[in-house]
């Protein structure tokens, strides 16, 4: 946005609608007019190309990976694009973490150091395998894993960390990668809301041993459902590979006996792949859009107290942008609180969203450990053990009581929805005290 005086102006007015109004209006929800009625950019998006593969996969009949070639043109256009040397497709992102776990033999008994702060697929994946999910507190700036605060959390048990790159923003790969490598643990990077985010120029989900990746819809590469598992690592590949196909090898031959163990079926189905392959076209531009709007958007808030975007480290070369997270610091909204700020923010036509909640306190963790199956391998000290070191996580618990964000769509918008963003939270902080008392 150029200049100052557009600044001023964009507080004062309605933003996205045109419609000029004065800073004393009354916030929607006490019945004044929002500051805007237009939707954000709505998500997925087609095009005609999307139509044609789609129709193409399925008049051609060979609908599953072995006999069609959408499967194969996605994994090495994916590899290309994050310049890695093996992909493999899966049938989500779940799928895809549980691929990579077996790939390394991580099992019961088992412990893998992740973030409390993510999406509860990643903690259902590492107990999919009967291995335990170990949280390392968050990094209050960047809602990152706290890379300084890994290695105390190594045990003899300790078979890998796994970094999330949550929303696009990426975790502290120096730190994570030299720990892992001192210790001999390998990396596995949750790479599901990262496509095109990068470490000091490298893709993220490149940098350890194994990266995986969601193809999700709501993702910025969407395909319905799908995943990836992408490697550099040539035994690792085959591996994978083996354990989302029943152990079959790469060209779908019968299993090598030599090497075959349990695997299941992730397959990706050639629908999804041509899809994906249609809907990569686009990533670049979208990404690039979301970037330039993350941009303008962090300078708009600069302009508003309590609204913090969050951090980057400065070896996040790039940001994917899935989600843009900010910390909330009610004390300069009155004390308004969060759930009251969400609310006031869409009543002005804004889909503010809050952030995740404490998963290390979510019931699924304590009925898991109280399974039948997890009493089988584990003894009742052991997850007592467990459940001790997640309990204490001070700084994960500011983050979900702080955490703000929009999804991706929103930033796929024009300079003058940033804009509408701003406004809003402007106008809502100047009637903070009105709609806490409301
Ligand atoms: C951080 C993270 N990990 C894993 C997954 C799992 O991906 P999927 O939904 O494709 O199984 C997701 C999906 O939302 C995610 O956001």
Known sequence: ????????????????????????????????????????????????????????????????????????DFEKAWGEKLGVRHVVATANGTGALMAAMSALEIGPKDEVLTTPYTFIATINAILAQYALPVFVDTDRATHMIDATKIEAAITPRTRAIMPVH?????????????????????????????????????????????????????????????????????????????????????????????????????????????????????????????????????????????????????????????LYMMRYDAEAFAGLPRSRLIEAMRAEGIPLAEGYGPLNRHPFLENTARSRMFRAIYSERELAGWRERNRHLPANDLVTQESLWFSQNVLLGEQRDMEDIAAAFAKVRRHAEKLKAS
Not at 3 to 31: E, I, N, V, Y
Not at 229 to 252: C, I, M, Q, W
Not at 264 to 278: G, S, T, W
Request: charged letters at 25%.
């Open 1 to 72: 946005m150029s200049g100052m005086l557009k600044r001023r102006t964009f507080l004062l007015a309605a933003g996205g609608t045109g419609m000029a109004r004065s800073a004393s209006d009354p916030p929607a929800l006490l019945g004044g007019e929002p500051v805007r009625r237009k939707p954000f950019p709505s998500w997925p998006r087609i095009g005609a190309k999307d139509e044609t593969n789609w129709m193409e996969a399925l008049r051609a009949c060979k609908w599953w990976r072995r006999e069609g070639h959408w499967v194969q």
């Open 166 to 322: 949550l929303g696009g923003n990426m975790a502290d790969m120096d730190k994570i990668l030299e720990v892992a490598r001192r210790r001999g643990i390998a990396v596995i990077e949750d790479a599901c809301q990262a496509h095109l985010s990068a470490w000091r120029g490298k893709a993220a989900g490149t940098l350890g041993e194994l990266g995986c990746f969601s193809f999700q819809k709501f993702k910025n590469l969407p395909g319905g459902e799908a995943g990836a598992v992408v490697t550099n690592d040539e035994k690792l590949y085959l591996h994978a590979y083996g354990f989302h196909s029943h152990y079959r090898t790469p060209g779908e031959n019968a299993p090598d006996l030599s090497v075959c163990r349990n695997g299941i079926n992730l397959r990706m189905a050639e629908f999804q792949a041509a899809l994906l392959v249609a809907q990569m076209e686009r990533l670049e531009e979208t990404t690039r859009r979301r970037e330039e709007n993350a941009a303008l958007l962090g300078r708009l808030l600069g302009e508003i107290p309590g609204i913090e975007p969050v951090k980057q480290y400065p070896g996040c070369t790039r940001n994917g942008y899935h």
